[in-house]
């Protein structure tokens, strides 16, 4: 089994910062590709931040400049730096990994995600 646990959300005010973190465990043959997504009630979950294993990054044009994600193979865990915070940047935000496991002679790659956490920047 997987597991994505995620920390570091919270209240903060507008031009504020936060660190979400995301650690990985259990069966992990390979650790791919990991990112952030978030999720407002009533919309569809959007892409805010992925970074691969070698560590090349991609992010939503609404965060460049404000957000840095990164990661720690030693540790399995992917990092979200949000600086400059917006009031439109409240939602819920949910850590993704693109896992390889093995299964006797069998490898397979699926998506997990974690359980999300609230960001909330008042005005």
């Known amino acids: 089994q997987v597991q994505l646990v995620e920390s570091g959300g919270g209240l903060v005010q507008a031009g504020g910062s936060l660190r979400l973190s995301c650690a990985a465990s259990g069966s992990i043959f390979k650790l791919n590709a990991m990112g952030w997504y978030r999720q407002a009630p009533g919309n569809r979950r959007e892409l805010v931040a992925t970074?691969?294993?070698?560590?090349?990054?991609n992010y939503a044009d609404s965060v460049k400049g404000r957000f840095t994600i990164s990661r720690d193979n030693a540790k399995n865990t992917v990092y979200l730096q949000m600086n400059n915070l917006k009031p439109e940047d409240t939602v819920v935000y949910y850590c993704n990994a693109k896992i390889t496991g093995k299964n006797g002679i069998y490898y397979s790659t699926n998506d997990y995600w974690g359980q999300g956490t609230q960001v909330t920047v008042s005005s």
């Open positions: 970074i691969t294993s070698g560590g090349s990054t």
